[in-house]
């Protein structure tokens, strides 16, 4: 599929319950999402998962393999229980990741950052808070499993796959931390 046709096709799914599924050339499962914003390089979406949605996700759109609008009986569920009533869209500006990063940091949310690439030993998980922000990379202060955190984890843009924030893990995360 075309990079143009993909852009179409999310551009077209924006403030519908045309819910797209995908997938990512890094991972053979797929993915839900209702389409907030789309720009020439990234999309961010609200992930759907068993009727219930589950935070903001911003990915490439060159990392999607396959994209298809559905249109099936558990988006007419969802659209019958107004699933999407009373979500608003966040300020986050998609020109690049830098600008994504420029829009997050003022929220002081925690956001996870992610490489998902299996085929690589460069994969990571981290999240916590932006803490500087380059042309090429961010500077990161992460938290992990046990509450500890690791500070100046520096995170080039070409890494990233993922960057996800106010999903069901880090809401809950962030009610037990105190900002680093």
């Known amino acids: ?35 907030l914003d789309v720009s020439e390089n990234l999309v961010l979406g609200i992930h759907e998962v068993d009727f219930m949605l589950d935070g903001f ?14 249109d099936g009986i558990c988006q007419k569920i969802n659209e019958e229980n107004r699933l999407l009533d009373g979500i608003e869209k966040p300020s986050i500006t998609l020109s690049s990741w830098q600008s994504v990063f420029e829009s997050l940091q003022p929220l002081n949310k925690l956001v996870i950052v992610e490489n998902e690439k299996t085929d690589n030993d460069n994969n990571f998980f981290y999240m916590g808070y ?51």
């Not at 143009?4 to 839900?32: E, M, Q």
């Not at 803490?131 to 080039?156: H, L, P, Q, R």
């Open 1 to 35: 599929m075309k990079k143009s046709d993909k852009i179409n096709l999310l551009h077209n799914a924006i403030g519908t319950y045309d819910i797209c599924r995908c997938v990512f050339n890094y991972d053979p499962g797929y993915w839900y999402f209702y389409i």
């Open 130 to 180: 932006v803490t500087e922000i380059k042309k090429s990379y961010i500077v990161f202060s992460s938290v992990d499993a046990d509450g500890v955190w690791d500070d100046n984890i520096k995170i080039s843009y070409s890494e990233i796959t993922r960057v996800s924030f106010d999903d069901r893990y880090s809401r809950t995360w962030q009610k037990y931390l105190t900002q680093h």
């Open 57 to 70: 996700q911003i990915r490439k759109i060159s990392d999607i393999k396959k994209l298809k609008i559905g």
